[in-house]
């Protein structure tokens, strides 16, 4: 299940409010930690509870307040934890991940997770999630934290934590402006994820990846567009210099964020080769249904060697560049690829013989040139609106330094 739940209900903005200074510690006091929040261990049986929603540590993402995804209580077995709209669920097993989250209905979690219920007469629960989300309280966490595997913190621990807390006027003023900047931060995630919806629609139509069964003049394989794992096509003196990429190179989004400078003969055994405008596809799992693989520009004299583990796709065409690159980013093509994987778990791969098979429709050229152009604006769209999320985090990030220390 992955829609999200019903929206917090956030503090309404008070024009007095304005006037409280933001800043000024004057007033604040030092306080333990259970002296704020309370402890809930309210013990659960999922059988007692098939129908309630149930949080697990992996649906908590780091750096997140909101829960947008979660299983129920007939799914999981073994003691859990209750919780009540407004705790904070935070994940108390590898605390350096940076997981918690605020209930927006009642449910039952993890128990490696932490309940958290603020104690209102002296911290609002709204402002609750924000201390806890601070460098202040996150480095504490992990250093308290007993256990190498999987370190984990002990509320007979963390209970005697100290923190500075303002007094509830300037919560209450923190709180509004801190959930008035994560609510433009939902927003910018909302739109992002219906642009992908919608390029991952056009995809889908443009390459024709539902009509697969219906053959047609026009759907044909993919091996008429690009060669598969091609030669380098000239010698090199062993001292010119070329691009090394490896697998760890390659992002999940498409990109290759570093690449090393080599010589020839220290690259020119055992390695993949490729040359600039090269699409590469990892082949091996779970790179491969992760989404790693690029559209390879910029190479040291046009010449890159890397990672085994890549099939190199050079288009006949180089107009083809994108039309190539992104058939093979879309979920489609990745989980036919992975119908076609052979191996031993955890080593499986796909052969070449299955870019060289893939099916599809492959339009005019001027339509390829339409639809390449067409999904390379739409993903830097989606790469701009990731960096205003990112820019987001940061202001969120230097306000609670500045609230809390780090």
Request: with cysteine; glycine share 6%; charged share 30%.
């Amino acid at each position: 299940m992955t829609t999200a739940l019903p929206k917090l209900e956030k503090l309404k903005p008070n024009p007095h409010w304005a006037k409280l200074p933001l800043f000024n510690r004057k007033n604040w006091s030092r306080v333990r930690f259970d002296d704020i929040v309370e402890n809930v261990n309210e013990r659960v049986e999922p059988s007692t509870a098939a129908e309630a929603i149930y949080v697990g540590l992996d649906d908590l993402d780091s750096g997140s307040l909101h829960i947008r995804r979660w299983g129920k209580g007939s799914d999981v077995i073994g003691t859990k934890l209750g919780f009540r709209k407004g705790d904070v669920i935070f994940g108390r097993r590898r605390a350096y991940q940076r997981k918690l989250a605020v209930a927006e209905v009642d449910g039952i979690c993890s128990a490696h997770a932490m309940v958290a219920r603020a104690k209102p007469k002296v911290i609002l629960p709204e402002f609750l999630p924000f201390l806890m989300m601070s460098d202040k309280f996150m480095n504490r966490a992990v250093d308290i934290s007993v256990g190498s595997l999987s370190p984990t913190i002990n509320w007979t621990t963390l209970k005697l934590e100290e923190f500075d807390l303002p007094p509830l006027d300037q919560q209450r003023r923190i709180a509004e402006i801190l959930w008035a900047v994560d609510a433009v931060l939902q927003n910018w995630i909302d739109v992002e994820k219906r642009f992908e919806e919608l390029r991952m629609s056009y995809a889908v139509e443009a390459y024709g990846l539902l009509q697969k069964s219906e053959k047609t003049n026009h759907q044909k394989p993919l091996s008429e567009l690009v060669e598969i794992n091609p030669s380098l096509g000239e010698k090199l003196s062993d001292d010119t210099d070329v691009s090394f990429i490896t697998m760890a190179d390659v992002s999940e989004a498409g990109k290759v964020v570093k690449s090393e400078t080599r010589k020839y003969k220290d690259v020119k055994k055992g390695f993949t080769t490729f040359r600039d405008r090269d699409v590469l596809f990892a082949k091996i799992t779970p790179c491969m249904e992760n989404g790693k693989g690029a559209l390879v520009t910029g190479l040291v004299n046009g010449i890159g060697f890397g990672s085994t583990e890549f099939h190199v796709l050079r288009p006949k065409l180089s107009e083809d560049e994108d039309f190539v690159f992104h058939l093979t980013k879309t979920p489609q093509f990745r989980c036919e690829a992975k119908r076609f994987m052979r191996g031993s778990a955890g080593q499986q791969r796909v052969p070449s013989e299955f870019l060289s098979n893939f099916v599809f429709l492959i339009s005019d050229q001027k339509r390829r040139l339409e639809i390449g152009k067409t999904l390379k604006d739409m993903t830097h769209q989606i790469e701009q609106l990731a960096s205003l999320q990112t820019n987001v985090r940061a202001i969120t990030t230097s306000m609670l330094t500045s609230f809390f220390g780090g």
